[in-house]
């Protein structure tokens, strides 16, 4: 394929077959020789070569990251639909603790399948006591989601029947928990797992921190309960609380993370408020209280706020980066849908660099609106050519969202930078019908390699993704 081609003629018909063919021609020299990555296993097991991924995955030397990606490639299968191989892809895991793990993962999985007979028995057969809460307490929720509130409580009793008072998993139990309480409606049942989720976390530090990122921590969560009911009386508890603690910080922080995008502009006052009252006696030079004043900052944006937002931003005393902060200001205004007073702003920041983010910005929800000609129009006017790429990256994904594949991929030749213009190519093969969508990732391959569209083969080619097993070594330990 000549440089010059960029894949225009070899990819014009969209050809899976010729697809499959360049990917096993091309993924050896672009992905070298290093070890499988694992989301090109998942991307096996979800397109339904299971068997292929966990052979990768079992020739991996340390027990650990053996058992992290076969629990991960259980996962995918699971999500693909394939239940049984999941089932006994988790039974052959060596480790026990993983293969538990598995199983507390399948449990809620066979229950929202309509096998309710097999989600008891996985969660009867667990072996480690610490999982049986979480078992059943997703089987609880599975239920819920379902719509069969009895089976919903009686699963989330037995869940409770399984807590131990000081175990770091409970927190999570709880949580669920609380989750089912709200879905059946037993809204007493869920005051109480909230109230016990607040003393829980108060005891362990405050926050609370448990078990999984993914998740809020306990008493933010139950905060945000509370915030969703208009009720701030726990909140202004804990604010009156003299033996409050630096991680409270944190808590405030998700709490106006949240509120950014999910509350109306009078909850939004009333939090920043409170925040206010927070840093009044924590102090701003803290990360814990930069951090409270930049969500603080983006929230009140995000309501049209901009004068108090400014007003938070200026209290960390960063001169150095106020110019930062007015773009993130410019960004979360744009998002609130009032672009044109955004635009306004963005164009009067005289920071270069902070200058062109916020025009990116501004580009970025403007084409997400689907007002594509007035986010090139604006694209164009950026200066900087590298941030002038990425406002038009936006564009093109919108265009082909739209259906408008040839007016997106004639905007694609006017990037200039080649691995820009390849992960335009590549946001555009993300949203466009498979015949065009192969077209963009042949032309993205030949600007930036085939590690920027092996992750989009299960849906356009899913042969293709064999074919790249066959060039690369599987089955190498990783």
Request: glycine content about 8%; hydrophobic content about 45%; aromatic content about 4%.
């Amino acid at each position: 394929m000549p440089e010059a081609d960029s894949g225009r003629e070899v990819g014009r018909s969209g050809f899976a077959p010729c697809l499959a063919t360049l990917v096993r021609l091309s993924a050896p020299r672009d992905l070298g020789a290093g070890p499988v990555p694992l989301w090109f296993l998942e991307a096996l097991a979800r397109a339904g070569h299971l068997a292929r991924a966990a052979e990768a995955a079992f020739a991996i030397g340390d027990e650990l990251r053996q058992g992290d990606a076969l629990l991960t490639l259980v996962q995918a299968a699971a999500a693909a639909g394939d239940l049984d191989g999941a089932q006994a892809l988790a039974g052959a895991i060596p480790l026990r603790q993983y293969r538990d793990r598995a199983s507390v993962g399948l449990v809620p999985a066979w229950e929202r399948a309509g096998e309710r007979d097999r989600a008891v028995a996985l969660a009867e057969a667990i072996r480690y006591p610490h999982h049986w809460g979480t078992a059943w307490a997703l089987l609880a929720k599975a239920a819920a989601d379902g719509g069969d509130a009895p089976a919903a409580r009686g699963f989330a009793e037995r869940a409770e029947e399984m807590l131990f008072p000081d175990d770091p998993l409970t927190a999570r139990v709880l949580l669920v928990l609380l989750d089912v309480a709200t879905a059946t409606g037993d809204h007493g049942r869920a005051d109480d797992l909230a109230d016990r989720l607040e003393r829980s976390a108060r005891s362990r530090g405050s926050s609370g921190q448990g078990f999984d990122l993914d998740r809020p921590r306990p008493l933010t969560a139950v905060l945000l309960r509370d915030l969703g009911r208009g009720d701030l009386r726990r909140l202004d508890a804990l604010l009156g609380d003299p033996h409050r603690t630096p991680l409270d910080v944190q808590v405030m922080t998700d709490l106006l993370e949240a509120a950014t995008a999910d509350s109306d502009t009078q909850t939004a006052l009333a939090l920043a408020e409170r925040a206010q009252t927070l840093l009044a006696t924590c102090g701003t030079s803290s990360g814990e209280a930069v951090a409270l004043c930049t969500a603080a900052a983006r929230m009140l944006a995000r309501h049209g706020q901009v004068e108090r937002a400014e007003a938070f931003a200026d209290a960390m005393h960063a001169p150095d980066l106020r110019a930062g902060r007015q773009a993130q200001i410019v960004r979360e205004l744009a998002r609130g849908c009032d672009t044109v007073r955004a635009e306004a702003l963005a164009r009067a920041i005289t920071d270069g660099r902070a200058h062109a983010r916020a025009l990116v910005a501004v580009a970025d929800e403007l084409a997400r609106r689907g007002e594509t000609g007035r986010a090139e129009t604006l694209a164009r006017t950026i200066e900087d050519r590298w941030a002038r790429d990425h406002a038009l990256v936006a564009v093109v994904r919108e265009l082909g969202r739209r259906g408008e594949t040839d007016r997106a991929e004639t905007l694609t030749r006017s990037i200039a930078h080649r691995s820009t213009r390849a992960r335009a190519l590549t946001e555009l093969a993300e949203v466009a019908e498979p015949s065009a969508a192969r077209r963009s990732a042949v032309r993205a391959a030949a600007l930036d390699g085939w590690w920027q569209v092996l992750p989009l083969l299960e849906r356009i080619a899913p042969d293709a993704l064999v074919a790249a097993a066959d060039a690369w070594p599987v089955g190498r330990p990783g």
